[in-house]
């Protein structure tokens, strides 16, 4: 049977232990050092002590004057008491030159030799030692008593090193209280700051958090999706190679207010809003982004978490499926058209009557074969011709008339390969669907569409209509991401004109809003047929002008 493996001790538990064996380590050192330091000073002050009391009782006149009696003994002794008792010396010892003592705390050893140095007391110093005597160690100060220029006795004063040591112990005892109240708060402080780190961590070792971190390295750069994280400040956090790919921010941005980063207004005050954010589309120079934004809380706001997909690809598919989708409406609506012109025809057969049928059949043909050739006559590339035809059979359906105006001139081979036939599919067939949008309804609706090139140097693309127009104060606010003045369908609003914008931008071309002669909008974009980043040149950016047409 084998046994469990303990589980290593969380990096809280790991910090808990040594702060805490640290802790115990510190207070005891410092108790060592402090014992150590207040015995010193405590034998130091009772040497200082015996001092003093040695020196008063050999300067006083009246041991003088008994030294100089025949029996010093009958007045010094009760006066030795006297300053024992007064001064908290253990012993006041007066004796003669030669160390005989006249006083003593033991009456017995008065008359005896006193044990200790004298030496330097006979050569008229005053010194301190530490020495064994009769009532066992003490620290004792030894000093001469003066008659005149003769030494006639000594006095030795002493405080006795059990004493001393008592003193200590006291101090000592107060030390170690205190010690331990620190012990115990450093304890309780520890263990409430390791909670506080075993809750942040979720209980996770060393290990595991070094693990989970490559983890969350090789997991942020390898996913292809945009990554950016917000701190509670709006702060660049945390972007991984997809984000900064995808926003166009390169360099260190970490730590940066988003509001710095050089984003569209629209981005920027998505990533700076309070709410979710779900699905949103967004426009940066040169990408459609579909942003997803999450706050991050825990009782209180501590940043939001953004994903980032980039949909340029998809939101073109979907361009040209939605083009494609109205084709197919178109062909049906042909189909039942051309069904019933059908039956006319053989009806008119079955009826004798060929040469009606043969009559009619061929104006029809020469009507739809009339509006083919008046479209690739002026456009020549053919897809450009094939998107005109293809908004003109839509136009037809909504009763809005489509026509290409007889200044459009663009020859086949004449588009550059940086100027993708995609992107010229977002550019007119957004804008055709605008006018077409803003001119139903009206009276004698009507779309002009002109394509035509300038020299050999750019591309003009423009769209007029008879709608009621776009107020001068939107006149810039139509390009951005948004805006519409027609009601929202199932799949939102407000992108086509910002695409449009996007797209010309990106070839280093305008996109510009005027009034139409006849009322209503005129749509421009003007693309460069060279590539302006090859010879140098810096891209125009987008501008508008007021205008009186138009819609979004």
Known sequence: MRLPLPRPRSLAGQLFAMQ???????????ALFTYLSDRSQAEDAAGRQARAVARSVADSPSVLEAIRSPGPTAELQPYALRVMRDTEVDFVTIMSPAGIRWTHPDRDQIGRRFRGHTDRALRGETFTETYTGTLGPSVRAVTPVRDGDRIVGLVSAGIRVEAITRRVQSQVAALIGV????????AIGTYVVNARLRRHTHGMNATELSRMYDYHQAALHAVREGLLMLDGRYRVALVNDGGRELLGI?????????????LPAPLTGALLASEPRVDEVHLTADRVLVVNTSPVSGGERRGTVVTLRDVTELQSLMGELDSERGFTQALRSQAHEAANRLHTVV?????GRAQEAVEFATAELELAQALTDQVVAAVGEPVLAALLLGKTAQANERGVELV?????????GLLPPSLPARDLVTILGNLIDNAVDAAQGGVRPRVTVTALTEGDAELVLRVCDTGPGVDPAHAEAVFRRGFTTKPSGPGGRGLGLALVRQAATRHGGSLTVAGAAGGGARFEVRLPLRDPVAEGAVPPRPASSPASGGDA
């Open 20 to 30: 805490a064996v640290l802790m115990a380590v510190v207070v005891a050192g410092y």
């Open 179 to 186: 010690a331990a109240g620190v012990l115990a708060l450093g």
């Open 250 to 262: 390169p360099g260190e941005v970490v730590g940066r207010p988003v509001a710095d980063l050089g």
């Open 347 to 351: 009806s008119l057969i079955e009826l």
């Open 404 to 412: 290409v105006s007889q200044d459009s001139r663009l020859d086949d």
